[in-house]
């Protein structure tokens, strides 16, 4: 009992270790091993005295920790404290029970906080100490090693895994997927509806899936793939932000034929769905801005899936009003004056050539001993000017901003585009893995008779991220761009789409799909429900026949004792009720003197095998059954009768 309770408790506090403080996890461990030592020796309750202190501490550290003790991470914390603390007042089988029932529900809130394979098979394995702890408090129950303690645990999880799978599948939904958890209101990381220098660090080195595009015939070119979701307008001398409403409603002229495609979207926590360059479509319960953001009412906190098709070659919005003109031109008075006057130098040199003065800005990127980094030098007032004559060192944000105020202050409508480039082509999944390390920042300028035009600053600095060569930032760090690494990662995120798609994400309109193959087109709640009854009575049946098939083997000592009383009975010596074997036996050997000895051997090899021993010895108990089996009454009924 002591083994598994304690791995139990120490599997609580690992499942939930990547969302504790370090610090409280570390007390926590502590506290279990000081109670864990000691335990064989030291059986009882914990004093008052310690408890007390210790229960008012762990408030303490939680809500140091929070700020408050109701929230998710907040009571999770709280429950695995309480959960530790608990093993100081455990001294009989019932705490052990509830230790145990409270352990299984700190396991389950776990999921609250990932619900992927792996964080489900640990939950699982929690399950095997617990369950070997309530069978060791079983009093028939020797206590084998830990290992073997478990398996047990294990087999009762295979047995219950079809009646899991068969209730998963039956179980009436709700439209929106049923094993879901709440979000914490957390900031995560992830795309902004605004931006300034310096944001996007956080974003490049989080390697977490972001979206899955599946194309419906081949994927574009890896320099092509730009899904675009903020657009910014305003800025302020610091930061880069949205304009509501800005801009009217814009028209695309397509050139070529459109890619059609679908997203997976992980939950983003914003309003915006990235789409591939410029969208045609509009998603249900999604409006698109003028300037083709794809917007919804409330933030996206489940998984989504959807449908567009995109143009690649497009002329966007080739008259502009001037409302839009005076937002794309605006920038705030009195900042970065050398960045403005080699702005004015360019519009002197070529005056409205828009092209011109875009080419003048991305020859200065390109030879103007500019470095891709994502750890910059810090920008002062003039961040511009810091930039482009002084640190000349920065990453796509600081690129973009340093673009776009250039083009403005030249005379060319300008604005930036935050989203997606790049991807990670999965050729076992034959899809588009966009990380949010892959996040990016580019600029539009609008040249006249073309209309908003894509220009890519960071690509003439680094042009690696265009190529394909690396999927986003991280990558290259972490070395996934090797062949081998490549192809695990492929493996490893199709079975992480499957389980998202096909177990998180199991909502009702899959049960439908999945059922309608079996003959079941109306899968509402009736019939589900009748199936579900169904099967349950089929799987109790089963349970039912397989116990039966298990009955306890019958007893072998007891099976020969028997006989040997039905052969004495026929010999006129039946046992009483209540009679002693040592008895009974005494008084057939005086009612049959003539096998007093072998009777006498019988009743000691009987008290031995009953009472000597707490396993019978497998040639002791031979022996007795070999001399029940011989013990003949046909010599002795005929000699009685001779008599």
Same mark, same amino acid.
């Given at each position: 009992?002591?083994?598994?309770?304690?791995?139990?408790?120490?599997?609580?506090?690992?499942?939930?270790?990547?969302?504790?403080?370090?610090?409280?996890?570390?007390?926590?461990?502590?506290?279990?091993?000081?109670?864990?030592?000691?335990?064989?020796?030291?059986?009882?309750?914990?004093?008052?005295?310690?408890?007390?202190?210790?229960?008012?501490?762990?408030?303490?550290?939680?809500?140091?920790?929070?700020?408050?003790?109701?929230?998710?991470?907040?009571?999770?914390?709280?429950? *695995?404290?309480?959960?530790? $603390?608990?093993?100081?007042?455990? =001294?009989? @089988? +019932? %705490?052990? &029970?509830?230790?145990? #029932?409270? !352990?299984?529900?700190?396991?389950?809130?776990?999921?609250?906080?990932?619900?992927?394979?792996?964080?489900?098979?640990?939950?699982?394995?929690?399950?095997?100490?617990?369950?070997?702890?309530?069978?060791?408090?079983?009093?028939?129950?020797?206590?084998?090693?830990?290992?073997?303690?478990?398996?047990?645990?294990?087999?009762?999880?295979?047995?219950?895994?079809?009646?899991?799978?068969?209730?998963? *599948?039956?179980?009436?939904? $709700?439209?929106?997927?049923?094993? =879901?958890? @709440? +979000? %914490?209101? &957390?900031?995560?990381? #992830?795309? !902004?509806?605004?931006?300034?220098?310096?944001?996007?660090?956080?974003?490049?080195?989080?390697?977490?899936?972001?979206?899955?595009?599946?194309?419906?015939?081949?994927?574009?070119?890896?320099?092509?793939?730009?899904?675009?979701?903020?657009?910014?307008?305003?800025?302020?001398?610091?930061?880069?932000?949205?304009?509501?409403?800005?801009?009217?409603?814009?028209?695309?002229?397509?050139?070529?034929?459109?890619?059609?495609?679908?997203?997976?979207?992980?939950?983003?926590?914003?309003?915006?769905?990235?789409?591939?360059?410029?969208?045609?479509?509009?998603?249900?319960?999604?409006?698109?801005?003028?300037?083709?953001?794809?917007?919804?009412?409330?933030?996206?906190?489940?998984?989504?899936?959807?449908?567009?098709?995109?143009?690649?070659?497009?002329?966007?919005?080739?008259?502009?009003?001037?409302?839009?003109?005076?937002?794309?031109?605006?920038?705030?008075?009195?900042?970065?004056?050398?960045?403005?006057?080699?702005?004015?130098?360019?519009?002197?040199?070529?005056?409205?050539?828009?092209?011109?003065?875009?080419?003048?800005?991305?020859?200065?990127?390109?030879?103007?001993?500019?470095?891709?980094?994502?750890?910059?030098?810090?920008?002062?007032?003039?961040?511009?000017?810091?930039?482009?004559?002084?640190?000349?060192?920065?990453?796509?944000?600081?690129?973009?901003?340093?673009?776009?105020?250039?083009?403005?202050?030249?005379?060319?409508?300008?604005?930036?585009?935050?989203?997606?480039?790049?991807?990670?082509?999965?050729?076992?999944?034959?899809?588009?893995?966009?990380?949010?390390?892959?996040?990016?920042?580019?600029?539009?300028?609008?040249?006249?008779?073309?209309?908003?035009?894509?220009?890519?600053?960071?690509?003439?600095?680094?042009?690696?991220?265009?190529?394909?060569?690396?999927?986003?930032?991280?990558?290259?760090?972490?070395?996934?761009?090797?062949?081998?690494?490549?192809?695990?990662?492929?493996?490893?995120?199709?079975?992480?789409?499957?389980?998202?798609?096909?177990?998180?994400?199991?909502?009702?309109?899959?049960?439908?799909?999945?059922?309608?193959?079996?003959?079941?087109?109306?899968?509402?709640?009736?019939?589900?429900?009748?199936?579900?009854?169904?099967?349950?009575?089929?799987?109790?049946?089963?349970?039912?026949?397989?116990?039966?098939?298990?009955?306890?083997?019958?007893?072998?000592?007891?099976?020969?004792?028997?006989?040997?009383?039905?052969?004495?009975?026929?010999?006129?010596?039946?046992?009483?009720?209540?009679?002693?074997?040592?008895?009974?036996?005494?008084?057939?050997?005086?009612?049959?003197?003539?096998?007093?000895?072998?009777?006498?051997?019988?009743?000691?090899?009987?008290?031995?095998?009953?009472?000597?021993?707490?396993?019978?010895?497998?040639?002791?108990?031979?022996?007795?059954?070999?001399?029940?089996?011989?013990?003949?009454?046909?010599?002795?009924?005929?000699?009685?009768?001779?008599?």
């Amino acid at each position: 009992m002591f083994a598994p309770l304690c791995l139990t408790l120490g599997l609580v506090l690992a499942v939930h270790a990547p969302h504790l403080p370090a610090w409280l996890t570390a007390a926590l461990a502590a506290l279990l091993a000081v109670r864990a030592w000691p335990w064989r020796h030291w059986k009882g309750t914990a004093p008052a005295w310690l408890k007390l202190p210790l229960l008012a501490l762990l408030v303490g550290a939680v809500i140091a920790a929070y700020g408050t003790l109701f929230g998710r991470d907040p009571g999770s914390a709280l429950a *695995v404290g309480l959960l530790v $603390l608990k093993l100081f007042e455990c =001294g009989t @089988p +019932r %705490d052990v &029970r509830v230790s145990v #029932g409270f !352990a299984c529900f700190a396991l389950m809130a776990a999921l609250l906080f990932d619900q992927g394979l792996i964080a489900t098979v640990l939950v699982a394995c929690g399950l095997l100490p617990a369950l070997a702890t309530l069978r060791a408090l079983e009093p028939a129950v020797d206590s084998p090693p830990l290992l073997r303690a478990l398996l047990p645990g294990a087999a009762l999880l295979g047995v219950s895994l079809p009646v899991a799978v068969f209730a998963f *599948v039956l179980i009436p939904r $709700l439209d929106a997927p049923l094993w =879901g958890a @709440p +979000r %914490d209101a &957390r900031a995560t990381t #992830g795309l !902004a509806d605004s931006m300034a220098p310096g944001d996007f660090v956080e974003l490049l080195t989080d390697d977490h899936p972001a979206l899955r595009v599946s194309f419906d015939g081949p994927p574009p070119a890896a320099g092509r793939r730009y899904f675009r979701a903020y657009v910014l307008w305003r800025y302020d001398g610091e930061r880069w932000r949205r304009a509501e409403g800005a801009g009217e409603a814009a028209v695309v002229a397509t050139i070529g034929a459109p890619v059609a495609y679908r997203i997976d979207l992980e939950p983003s926590d914003q309003r915006v769905l990235p789409a591939l360059d410029m969208p045609l479509d509009v998603p249900a319960a999604t409006r698109r801005s003028g300037a083709f953001e794809l917007l919804r009412e409330q933030p996206v906190r489940d998984r989504l899936s959807y449908r567009l098709s995109s143009a690649l070659d497009y002329r966007l919005q080739p008259a502009l009003d001037a409302g839009t003109r005076r937002l794309a031109l605006g920038l705030p008075p009195g900042l970065d004056p050398r960045s403005h006057a080699l702005a004015e130098d360019w519009r002197a040199r070529h005056g409205g050539d828009g092209a011109a003065i875009v080419q003048e800005a991305l020859n200065l990127f390109r030879e103007g001993g500019f470095r891709y980094s994502l750890a910059p030098p810090p920008l002062g007032h003039h961040r511009v000017d810091d930039f482009l004559f002084s640190t000349r060192e920065g990453y796509c944000e600081h690129y973009a901003a340093a673009f776009t105020v250039l083009m403005r202050a030249a005379g060319v409508p300008a604005r930036i585009v935050t989203g997606y480039q790049g991807g990670f082509w999965n050729t076992l999944g034959d899809y588009l893995l966009i990380r949010r390390s892959d996040a990016h920042a580019w600029s539009e300028v609008w040249l006249a008779g073309r209309g908003w035009v894509r220009v890519d600053p960071t690509a003439v600095v680094r042009a690696r991220r265009l190529d394909g060569r690396t999927a986003g930032t991280s990558d290259a760090a972490l070395g996934w761009n090797r062949s081998w690494l490549s192809d695990w990662r492929d493996r490893w995120d199709v079975v992480n789409r499957w389980w998202a798609m096909g177990v998180v994400g199991f909502d009702a309109l899959r049960q439908r799909g999945l059922l309608t193959p079996f003959g079941i087109d109306q899968a509402d709640s009736r019939t589900l429900g009748t199936a579900l009854a169904v099967g349950a009575v089929l799987a109790a049946l089963l349970g039912l026949a397989w116990a039966l098939w298990r009955r306890e083997p019958r007893d072998p000592v007891s099976a020969a004792w028997q006989q040997l009383q039905r052969k004495l009975a026929r010999l006129g010596v039946v046992r009483r009720r209540g009679e002693g074997p040592r008895h009974f036996l005494h008084r057939a050997a005086r009612k049959l003197p003539r096998r007093r000895k072998e009777l006498e051997r019988l009743l000691g090899c009987y008290l031995e095998l009953r009472y000597a021993r707490t396993e019978a010895s497998t040639e002791l108990l031979e022996n007795f059954r070999r001399a029940v089996r011989d013990f003949s009454t046909r010599r002795m009924v005929q000699w009685r009768s001779m008599r």
